[in-house]
């Protein structure tokens, strides 16, 4: 049996914990958010976080998130995680497919990402579902 995939509506231990055990996974400059953090991004309505469910355990995430320009409605997916002991069981491309049938549903141009060229399985998995690579140059400005 796969992996289910649902959005989390409200925040309690189980999504705290987590969290806790996954971030660490995916950054280790960035500490887990928290409740206060989880809270903030399930209560946003321009972002959605999906959760992957396995065995009764929360094992993915990933959020959506949305903003309008002059152009229109975009999204950007973030934070895709998988626990290292769920993966290679397609939990990645289901939150993925999960959240650009939500990006369509809500009238979104397109839907972007990043991801880390170290990152192989993840990039091959971007580009297998529909990903097009783009030409372009990311810049940051941290505070």
Do not use: C, H
């Amino acid at each position: 049996m796969g992996a289910e995939i649902s959005i989390a509506n409200t925040v309690d231990n189980a999504l705290v914990e987590a969290f806790d055990r996954l971030i660490p996974q995916l950054s280790a400059s960035s500490p887990p958010p928290g409740r206060a953090g989880l809270e903030a991004i399930v209560g946003n309505p321009n972002s959605v976080l999906f959760v992957a469910t396995l065995d009764g355990s929360i094992v993915g995430s990933l959020t959506l998130a949305f903003y309008m320009i002059p152009t229109g409605l975009k999204a950007w997916i973030e934070d895709v995680v998988v626990d290292e002991s769920a993966s290679r069981q397609g939990i990645g491309e289901a939150l993925n497919q999960a959240a650009l049938d939500e990006a369509r549903r809500r009238g979104s141009k397109d839907v972007s990402l990043t991801s880390r060229p170290s990152r192989e399985a993840a990039n091959r998995l971007y580009q297998r579902i529909g990903f097009e690579r783009r030409e372009t140059n990311v810049y940051r400005y941290k505070f």
